[in-house]
């Protein structure tokens, strides 16, 4: 229809096509950039034939000062349309970077910065999903926590470096402990948790809490001290509580 108007149509007309076209063309690339092909297609669709129409009206008119006119206003619809791509192109990276950027905050808030291990809030989705999960099936979700009582002692007698180099310690064997759908979570300071996911029977529970402790209880040997996790309460209460005693 623009391309009929603006070969039959007066000029009056033809302005008003005009505006139409590159109004039509900033709103499509302001507001579907983030599906630059569909962007791309409509702004071409929607420019290039009226481009081509007012080069053709130039062509066809003997008027100079009218030709001219035409074939001006043909070639900046058609070059709009063209530099149109640069900045779809531009919008589209600019979207992705911040849908990344989103994604990295979203992780990074889920994620213990010291020790790598999912925090406390992970911890709060992870045993809110597992306990949905566990609901519809005859699979259940059980909760391992542990407490290294007197760490504070390893932070004041060799300094906080050393502190977190144990904890990054613990952090790794308990991740070397659990399964491969269980997961290890530090909940901060010195307390950490284990979800152990499909289990079948209670005996699959105190067999891992038993490896825990196990793990845990191994002396921690570092250049600077060395420490041992001592086992508290018995395994079979499911909740071990550890304390830090140093050599």
Sequence with gaps: MNVVAVLNGDWAIRLLIVAEIFGLCAGQVSRTSSRPKLCAAVVFTAALPTGLAFLAVAFATQELRTASAAACIGLIIIGYAVSSLGVIAFNYRTILSQLEAKRHLAGVARVDELTGLPNRLALRE?????IVLSASGNAKVALHLIDLDGFKRINDTHGHPAGDRLLRAVADRLTFSVRGDDVAYRLGGDEFAVIQHN??????IELLGRR???ALSEPFFFWIFNCRLVRATAPRL???TL???TR
């Design 243 to 245: 304390w830090i005693a």
């Design 126 to 130: 992870g045993l809110q999903a597992a």
């Design 199 to 204: 289990i079948v029977g209670h005996d699959e």
């Design 212 to 214: 825990l402790i196990r």
């Design 238 to 240: 499911l909740r071990p």
